[in-house]
């Protein structure tokens, strides 16, 4: 495939998603500017993250550490916000604090004080979401809604460190638009508690819509910009 073809396949898959956005921003009476879209590109090649960059895409998402460091120095110059969006293990917490903007996943303290340590070596400020467990699996990260206050609090108080909102993805075979309601009580309290903890990440691919009407924030898609064939990362 050319390059020309490509970025012809990715502007019409991101002209689509403005679409859906516009569509579900005018349903739900919200502003499409009150929305970020995260474009997540794991398993996709450097060479896309440059064409969504060429689109006007400043955001953008990965999930594994190995991938996303080397895509960011790839990348280096663009002017992109990189956004870790994947379970993170605690000794990752250095490579990931050398290039991301954003972790959307932070479920525990161990992760809270390894981020917080590798911030302030670093001398920077790294934005951390709290990830809510809305399913009670285990498996897929997150911490339980009666402990993210207390993650909250942790995240708030540590150096290095800005507490920016939560983030949650849907249980598998529920029904997203309960899911991001949930989702939306729980963001609000931990904005009680912190007022400028105003995000929630929420919303790819099949449930943007959803996501858009309970208040997200950030809508992180990869499938409806890049496509489902199967590629080589190069």
Not at 140 to 158: I, K, S
Not at 160 to 185: C, D
Request: with cysteine; aromatic share 2%.
């Amino acid at each position: 495939m050319t390059e020309a073809t490509r970025r012809d396949e990715i502007a019409a898959g991101l002209a689509q998603v403005e679409a859906e956005i516009a569509e579900a921003c005018r349903a739900a009476g919200r502003a499409r500017d009150e929305l970020t879209l995260v474009a997540v590109s794991k398993t996709y090649p450097a060479s896309d993250v440059r064409l969504l960059a060429a689109l006007g895409v400043t955001n953008v998402g990965e999930n594994r550490d190995q991938e996303a460091a080397a895509k960011a120095r790839d990348c280096a110059g663009l002017g992109l916000t990189w956004h870790f969006i994947g379970q993170l293990q605690t000794n990752k917490a250095r490579s990931v604090v050398g290039y991301a903007d954003v972790v959307h996943s932070v479920d525990r303290p161990r992760l809270v004080a390894a981020l917080s340590q590798e911030a302030v070596r670093a001398g920077r400020e790294l934005g951390c979401l709290v990830q809510v467990a809305l399913d009670g699996d285990p498996g897929r990260g997150g911490a339980r809604p009666q402990d993210v206050p207390a993650l909250a609090e942790a995240l708030a108080a540590a150096p290095g460190l800005r507490l920016g909102g939560v983030m949650a993805v849907a249980p598998l075979g529920g029904e997203p638009a309960r899911a991001f309601a949930e989702l939306r009580e729980i963001a609000q309290a931990v904005r009680d508690a912190h007022p400028g903890a105003d995000v929630i990440s929420a919303g790819m691919s099949g449930d943007m819509s959803e996501a858009i009407a309970n208040g997200a924030t950030h809508l992180r898609v990869g499938t409806a910009l890049l496509g489902r064939r199967k590629p080589l990362v190069r």
